[in-house]
């Protein structure tokens, strides 16, 4: 105990000492160290967005800055966390910390110097917290700062406390309770600001003194004070005043007010006015159509501007916008569009109106770009005369288009963008784009499209780039061909039917193609000589066809590809030496919803499937189709392992079943007359046999003279006589020698006489013979085999006649002798021998 006593001595005069010669700053920091590693593990681990850079804790319910962040974070997201108050000592150091968002955090005090530790911080995002105290040097030390996010924080005034923010570039305190426009005077230095955003707040009266310090901003400035309650702005408060952008939607509290509020922003210039109501507001009825008046007396360059409004009698929406060089309409109730001589109008974007007819537009020279997407039944009568004219997007309208399109469009040369997809019927006629052959882009796609003469179909477009015939209801055949569009980049043809071998000329000029879609046409084959030209390709989309085969994947033309899409086809492998000439820049590879075959026989392609997870879109969903695996089994969980040990046992067995049919064939082969003989004797020893002969007699030929002169003399001549079996004399002319042995001699004799000599030994068929007298006998339980040594041979040599060697040891032989009285005896016992049963 005293021991322990004297450790914490020890260490607080050695804390003691190290707080003396520290100077007030770093004592802080010191403390504050101490602090968050006393309160760090508090809630759950931050996600890793970019290993020591980026991280998110959002919505982990931490009360506390982890400390386990590193020192090199750059970007940090606590959103939706507990911090209650900010000072000095909630955040570690952090100074290479740019962007730190602390939404909703339930922060109510700031105090001074709370962001010392990330002083470098470029974004500080405080939305949606309920801050009733900010200490007047709060954000001091945020000399870096551009972007301030004080949205919905409960704000009553702009007279923030942020004179060192010189850097600052937006200001974002929208949805908070600002009466007034009026900036901090010390804010005219902030030649930096591009934003201010004062959207939804309370402002209802602007008057000149509110916008001093707007007139000395600079020209680069956006403004937004949509959603606020206007209801004046003294005249002349804009006059002077630059805007890039300034955003006025739903600011006012009524039409009148709007009407007396535009003329009041006199002197105005912005480049870009968003003026009008929001989507959702519901449409309201107007008596004086001249309510947009005002809109002469503002000097702007583009207007964007969606109408809630509507009249009895026309609108004069127009009128005041001649001097625009861009206008866009994305809401309007107004049936038509009024003649207005625009001096410089270059885009004209209609979007959902009231118009029954595409605006009549060739009166204007210098508009370059026409969009007009209504989402109605419209009718086009075309426009002309418009030498500027290079974009031209009239789709979804419902257009019903007869002898398209050069008719549309006579003395517009320029035009190099034509959309005309989602309309209805399209009739294209021969040279239909004549006088439009500097076309880049043609878009068809989901309109029915009835082509006339398909020969002539795309003549005359040798800049086209892009075209999309995608869901058009058309029958590609032979006579449509592609010839002229030598520098087509992106094709799509998807939803269509194509003729049969239609693939083998389709594509032949397109030596610039890297986009081709053919998807959803019931395809069924692609020949590998399909793409002879595109060895540009590098996106190739198949997906919804039915393709089983995918050979034509292997093929030099497609080295480029990258990204290719055959999903929803009929898949059910893929080859191994297609897998390996897959061409090496493929990076997305879509094989999902296909009929995967999963089977050992399948092993080398579930491999590659599992090995190339990082090219592979929606691996997820590549699943097996079999028999014995339910339809919602992945490929990737297919266990190759078992595949692999059952190949490993099939090649063991295959190896061992070859080497025995070969050992097996082999042994036949040797033994080929035993294996005969032993047939013969398995189907017919039980039989009773009819013997022809009394004894076969098996003996050299160089013993002939002996077995003539003494053996048949004596046995043939003498009384009672005895039939011997002799193969010079006895064998079937025509048989084969092992047949006759067989038949005539073993199966048709009662006994066997074996005549030993040096030559019977030599010889190979007299051991053949011999072997095969044994074997009958031996089956037979019978000693039926008389041996005669008519000489005598070496122990050692008799060894090399199967079976010899042991008989002789077994059994008694007989022995020729010369002599006379040995002789006599020799005959006695050979002949009794023979007649024994």
């Known amino acids: 105990m005293n021991r322990f006593m004297l450790n914490v001595f020890h260490r607080s005069r050695s804390l003691t000492f190290l707080t003396m010669i520290m100077s007030y700053r770093e004592q802080m920091i010191f403390i504050c160290s101490i602090l968050i590693l006393v309160n760090a593990g508090e809630g759950q681990e931050c996600t890793t967005i970019i290993k020591s850079m980026e991280y998110s804790c959002s919505g982990r319910n931490l009360t506390h800055i982890p400390s386990s962040l590193p020192f090199t974070v750059t970007y940090l997201d606590f959103s939706f966390n507990f911090l209650n108050s900010l000072h000095k000592c909630v955040f570690p150091v952090l100074f290479n910390l740019q962007v730190l968002d602390l939404t909703r955090c339930h922060i109510k005090h700031i105090e001074n110097d709370s962001f010392y530790n990330v002083k470098n911080l470029t974004t500080l995002i405080l939305t949606g917290n309920p801050i009733t105290y900010f200490g007047p040097g709060c954000l001091n030390t945020l000399y870096d700062l551009q972007s301030l996010v004080l949205v919905d924080v409960g704000l009553t005034s702009l007279q923030l406390q942020v004179n060192n ?155 005041c916008m001649i001097n625009a060089t861009k206008i866009t309409v994305k809401g309007g109730y107004f049936n038509s569009m009024e003649h207005v001589p625009f001096h410089h109008l270059k885009e004209l974007y209609l979007g959902r109106t009231s118009l029954s007819i595409v605006p009549f537009v060739s009166h204007i020279p210098s508009l370059e770009k026409l969009v007009v997407k209504n989402t109605m039944h419209m009718t086009f009568n075309g426009v002309h005369d418009l030498p500027l004219l290079h974009y031209v997007d009239l789709s979804g309208n419902f257009l019903i288009l007869k002898d398209c399109c050069k008719q549309f469009f006579q003395r517009t040369p320029n035009i190099r963008h034509l959309n005309l997809s989602r309309n209805s019927d399209i009739r294209i006629v021969d040279k239909a784009f004549s006088g439009l052959e500097l076309l880049e882009e043609l878009d068809f796609h989901h309109s029915k499209l009835v082509i006339v003469f398909y020969l002539g179909f795309l003549q005359g477009l040798k800049n086209l780039k892009y075209l999309d015939i995608s869901y058009t209801s058309i029958t590609l055949t032979n006579y449509m061909t592609f010839q002229d569009l030598q520098n087509l980049t992106v094709l799509k043809m998807a939803g269509n039917t194509f003729g049969e071998d239609i693939f083998k000329y389709l594509l032949q000029n397109l030596t610039h193609l890297e986009v081709l879609d053919i998807s959803h046409c019931g395809i069924e084959e692609i020949s590998r000589t399909s793409f002879t030209g595109t060895q540009k390709l590098r996106h190739l989309y198949l997906s919804k066809n039915k393709l089983m085969i995918l050979d034509f994947l292997a093929q030099p033309e497609l080295k480029q590809l990258t990204s290719f899409y055959v999903d929803k086809n009929s898949i059910t492998n893929i080859p191994l030496h297609v897998l390996q000439k897959l061409p090496t820049n493929l990076s997305e590879f879509d094989l999902s919803s296909n009929p995967i075959d999963c089977s050992c026989s399948q092993t080398d392609f579930i491999l590659w499937i599992m090995q190339n997870q990082n090219i592979l879109k929606q691996s997820e969903n590549i699943f097996c189709q079999s028999i014995l695996l339910s339809s919602d089994f992945r490929a990737t969980d297919f266990d190759i392992d078992t595949c692999v040990h059952r190949k490993i046992l099939t090649i063991v067995l295959s190896v061992v079943f070859v080497t025995l049919v070969v050992l097996l064939s082999a042994l036949a082969y040797r033994f080929q007359f035993y294996l005969q003989y032993c047939c013969i004797l398995l189907i017919d020893y039980r039989k009773p046999q009819e013997c022809s002969y009394d004894a076969f007699v098996i003996f050299s030929s160089y013993d002939e003279v002996w077995v003539i002169n003494e053996l048949m003399e004596n046995l043939e001549n003498g009384v009672p006589p005895i039939h011997l079996c002799l193969h010079m004399r006895d064998f079937q002319a025509g048989k084969s020698i092992t047949s006759n042995i067989i038949d005539e001699g073993i199966l048709g004799s009662r006994k066997v006489i074996v005549v030993v000599s040096q030559h019977f030994i030599d010889s190979a068929w007299c051991r053949f013979e011999f072997e095969l007298a044994q074997s009958r006998f031996m089956m037979e339980r019978s000693a039926n085999i008389i041996i005669i040594i008519l000489e005598d041979v070496e122990e050692r040599k008799s060894k090399k006649v199967f079976g010899l060697h042991k008989y002789l040891k077994k059994n008694t032989y007989l022995k020729w002798s010369r002599d006379p009285l040995s002789n006599m005896r020799f005959w006695i016992r050979l002949r009794r021998a023979i007649k024994k049963q």
């Open 165 to 319: 923010l010189t850097k600052l570039q937006e200001l974002k305190v929208g949805t908070n309770n600002i009466q007034s426009l009026s900036l901090p005077p010390f804010m005219s230095t902030f030649k930096d600001i591009r934003l201010l955003d004062l959207h939804a707040n309370n402002i209802s009266i602007i008057t000149t003194d509110h916008t001093v310090v707007l007139r000395e901003i600079g020209r680069n400035m956006t403004l937004i004070l949509s959603r606020n309650p206007l209801m004046h702005i003294e005249p002349g408060a804009f006059r002077n005043v630059y805007l890039r952008e300034f955003h006025i939607q739903a600011a006012f509290v009524s039409i009148n007010a709007q009407k007396r509020c535009i003329e009041a922003l006199t002197g105005l210039s912005v480049d870009k006015l968003f003026i009008g109501s929001y989507r959702m507001q519901w449409k309201i009825k107007v008596s004086d159509s001249n309510y947009l008046d005002g809109l002469c007396s503002i000097n702007f360059n583009e207007i964007h501007f969606i109408q809630k409004e509507w009249s009895d009698s026309e609108i004069h929406m127009f009128h």
